[in-house]
Nanobody, 122 residues
Framework: VQLQACGGGLVQAGGSLRLSCASS????????MGWFRQAPGKEREFVAA????????LYADSVKGRFTISRDNDKNMVYLQTNGLKPEDTAVYYC????????????????WGQGTQVTVSS
């Protein structure tokens, strides 16, 4: 599975960005997916996850109500709509393919995209 994230950029506080993640491979529709982020000097942290069918989603408390994860299995894409962005959301955002285990744990994901930078100015 190869993943490529895009859609990051520089935005003012309160703004929005839609991050996209394209996946190669024929098994995308059977894979749960997640988004993580890593700010400078901090560990990579869980943001959101979505099951293979899209029926169930999970969010970190810090983004709940502001971010929405979704997917389009026909296009092999997963998205992260980020609204109400805050300076503390500044980070490199990564999409990842879940391989088993707790969704919030980095070790539960086997394949990672290269990341896309989100910078929120105050």
């Amino acid at each position: 599975v190869q993943l490529q994230a895009c859609g990051g950029g520089l935005v003012q506080a309160g703004g929005s960005l839609r991050l996209s993640c394209a996946s190669s491979g024929r098994t995308f529709s059977r894979i749960d997916m997640g988004w993580f982020r890593q700010a400078p000097g901090k560990e990579r942290e869980f943001v959101a996850a979505i099951t293979s069918s899209g029926a169930t989603t999970l969010y970190a408390d810090s983004v709940k109500g502001r971010f929405t994860i979704s997917r389009d299995n026909d296009k092999n894409m997963v998205y992260l709509q980020t609204n109400g962005l805050k300076p503390e959301d500044t980070a490199v955002y990564y999409c990842a393919a879940h391989s088993g285990g707790v969704y919030r744990y980095r070790d539960s994901y086997r394949y990672w995209g290269q990341g896309t930078q989100v910078t929120v100015s105050s």
